[in-house]
C-alpha cells in the first residue's frame, strides 16, 4: 500500500496467488486493502464503506489465526487505516512510508527465468529472464545484475521476476535485490552468468 498501487493490490485480490492460506479465505483482506487504497490515495471517498466491510468479513474468516507475517502485517494495517478513518471521517487518511519491512526476508536462489530450476545464464546483450528466488519478496523494488539494474522486474510473494540487462564483459555477477526493507544480495553460489555469444 505504500507505494500507492491500489490496482495492484486489487489484482492480487482476484488471482489465486495468495500464498500458504486458501486464497478464498484472505481474499476479503486484499480486497479491502485495495479499496482502501482507492480511497486515501486517489479521494475516492465511496470505497471507505466497502473496505470497512471487507474488514468485518476478514475478521470473522480470519479469527481462527493461522496466519503468515505478510498476511498478519496486511491484516493489521488494513484495521489502522479503517479506524483511522473512522476516528476521522470528514478528514484524509494519511498513510506514511516507513523504512523497513513487517517480515523478515531473503534471497535464496537465482535461476532461469522459465520454471526449469536451471542455473541462470545469457548473452551479453541482456533481455534473458531471470526468477530470484527467496521469502517474502512482495516489497522488492529493483533488482541488480552486479551494479546494473534490471529491468521489467514483478514480483510477487516468494519470487521476482527480471529481465537481464545489457553487460559490457563475460563472467558470473551476484544479484541484488532491493525493498523497502533494504538490500539483500544472492548467497555466493547464486549467480547470473553473462556468455559471450550465447542466447538467452
Given at each position: 500500500?505504500?507505494?500507492?498501487?491500489?490496482?495492484?493490490?486489487?489484482?492480487?485480490?482476484?488471482?489465486?496467488?495468495?500464498?500458504?492460506?486458501?486464497?478464498?479465505?484472505?481474499?476479503?483482506?486484499?480486497?479491502?486493502?485495495?479499496?482502501?487504497?482507492?480511497?486515501?490515495?486517489?479521494?475516492?471517498?465511496?470505497?471507505?464503506?466497502?473496505?470497512?466491510?471487507?474488514?468485518?468479513?476478514?475478521?470473522?474468516?480470519?479469527?481462527?489465526?493461522?496466519?503468515?507475517?505478510?498476511?498478519?502485517?496486511?491484516?493489521?494495517?488494513?484495521?489502522?487505516?479503517?479506524?483511522?478513518?473512522?476516528?476521522?471521517?470528514?478528514?484524509?487518511?494519511?498513510?506514511?512510508?516507513?523504512?523497513?519491512?513487517?517480515?523478515?526476508?531473503?534471497?535464496?536462489?537465482?535461476?532461469?527465468?522459465?520454471?526449469?530450476?536451471?542455473?541462470?545464464?545469457?548473452?551479453?546483450?541482456?533481455?534473458?529472464?531471470?526468477?530470484?528466488?527467496?521469502?517474502?519478496?512482495?516489497?522488492?523494488?529493483?533488482?541488480?545484475?552486479?551494479?546494473?539494474?534490471?529491468?521489467?522486474?514483478?514480483?510477487?510473494?516468494?519470487?521476482?521476476?527480471?529481465?537481464?540487462?545489457?553487460?559490457?564483459n563475460p563472467g558470473r555477477v551476484r544479484i541484488t535485490v532491493e525493498s523497502p526493507g533494504g538490500r539483500r544480495t544472492s548467497p555466493a553460489g547464486q549467480v547470473f552468468e553473462y556468455v559471450a555469444g550465447g542466447s538467452g
Amino acid at each position: 500500500m505504500q507505494v500507492r498501487d491500489c490496482a495492484f493490490l486489487s489484482d492480487l485480490a482476484a488471482n489465486d496467488s495468495l500464498g500458504d492460506l486458501s486464497a478464498d479465505r484472505v481474499r476479503p483482506l486484499y480486497r479491502g486493502l485495495a479499496d482502501a487504497c482507492f480511497a486515501a490515495f486517489e479521494g475516492k471517498d465511496q470505497f471507505w464503506t466497502s473496505a470497512a466491510n471487507e474488514l468485518t468479513t476478514a475478521e470473522s474468516t480470519l479469527a481462527t489465526g493461522g496466519l503468515d507475517c505478510r498476511h498478519s502485517a496486511a491484516f493489521g494495517l488494513l484495521r489502522r487505516v479503517v479506524a483511522a478513518h473512522e476516528e476521522s471521517a470528514s478528514g484524509r487518511v494519511r498513510v506514511v512510508a516507513a523504512a523497513g519491512t513487517a517480515c523478515p526476508w531473503s534471497v535464496t536462489r537465482v535461476a532461469a527465468g522459465d520454471s526449469s530450476g536451471t542455473p541462470a545464464s545469457g548473452p551479453l546483450s541482456g533481455g534473458t529472464s531471470v526468477e530470484v528466488s527467496g521469502v517474502n519478496m512482495m516489497g522488492v523494488t529493483a533488482v541488480c545484475f552486479g551494479d546494473t539494474p534490471g529491468v521489467d522486474v514483478q514480483a510477487s510473494f516468494d519470487s521476482v521476476f527480471v529481465t537481464s540487462p545489457p553487460a559490457d564483459n563475460p563472467g558470473r555477477v551476484r544479484i541484488t535485490v532491493e525493498s523497502p526493507g533494504g538490500r539483500r544480495t544472492s548467497p555466493a553460489g547464486q549467480v547470473f552468468e553473462y556468455v559471450a555469444g550465447g542466447s538467452g
